[in-house]
């Protein structure tokens, strides 16, 4: 079993829609990423949370550390959102990051 | 504050070349990590560095691959008798100097390694 399990793998959504990509993780972290990756293969961060609750514009993430788990959402989804959204997780007592395998999504005009 | 920059963005390497790879990291920075992401899977961690310092490589092949970020000048990720395996994206991401752990990495646009 991945450290880092993300669901669902890929996402089809249409223009408007609220979109959740959800992370759990099986050790003890110190700090959860979260990652986007355009079809160009660059990747830019997102948000980096140790707790609670974060927002950036359309974007939120949720973590819940007694759960292991995090959750992406996106608000009114526009086609330029489609990208590979990736959780990586840092565990305590390490500086490397763990990183799910990604969860494609694609929001339809 | 330009970001972090890598280069090249692709090299083309047939079997048996080495190839070297660069990165430098955003201002002020001291802390580089090197990733890789092969075809088809997600990214996965090679070596944390610091200047002169190497610090975590426990995600590194234990040959043909050397990393190194001097005092002076960019990280070089090197490999050295490319095989066709090695063909993948490779990422750097940087962080600045701080005593918490919970600092963000900043990642660069990658080299897209492929071997012929």
């Known amino acids: 079993k991945n450290e880092v399990e993300q669901s669902p793998q890929n996402l089809t959504a249409q223009e408007g829609e609220f979109i959740t990509i959800n992370c759990s993780y099986s050790?003890?972290?110190?700090?959860l990423h979260w990652l986007q990756q355009h079809p160009g293969g660059g990747i830019v961060s997102l948000f980096m949370?140790?707790?609670g609750k974060k927002k950036h514009g359309r974007l939120i993430a949720t973590i819940n550390i007694q759960e292991k788990h995090s959750s992406l959402h996106i608000t009114a989804s526009h086609p330029r959102d489609s990208a590979v959204y990736i959780c990586?997780?840092?565990?305590?007592?390490?500086?490397?990051?763990?990183f799910g395998k990604g969860t494609k999504l694609t929001v339809n005009p | 504050n330009a970001g972090v920059m890598q280069n090249p963005r692709h090299l083309v390497r047939r079997r048996g070349q080495e190839a070297r790879l660069r990165c430098s990291p955003m201002?002020?920075?001291?802390?580089v990590y090197w990733y890789r992401q092969l075809p088809e899977e997600g990214l996965k961690f090679m070596v944390y560095?610091?200047?002169?310092?190497?610090?975590?490589e426990s995600g590194m092949p234990k040959e043909r691959f050397s990393a190194e970020f001097p005092k002076e000048g960019p990280s070089i990720l090197r490999i050295q008798q490319v095989v066709r395996g090695d063909s993948a994206a490779y990422f750097c991401?940087?962080?600045?100097?701080?005593?918490?752990?919970?600092?963000?990495?900043?990642f660069g646009p990658g080299t897209r390694l492929t071997v012929l």
């Open positions: 991401a940087s962080s600045p100097p701080s005593a918490g752990r919970t600092d963000t990495q900043y």
């Open positions: 050790v003890g972290i110190s700090a």
């Open positions: 949370l140790s707790s």
């Open positions: 990586a997780v840092r565990s305590r007592g390490s500086e490397k990051l763990v």
């Open positions: 201002k002020g920075h001291s802390h």
């Open positions: 560095l610091q200047k002169e310092n190497i610090i975590d």
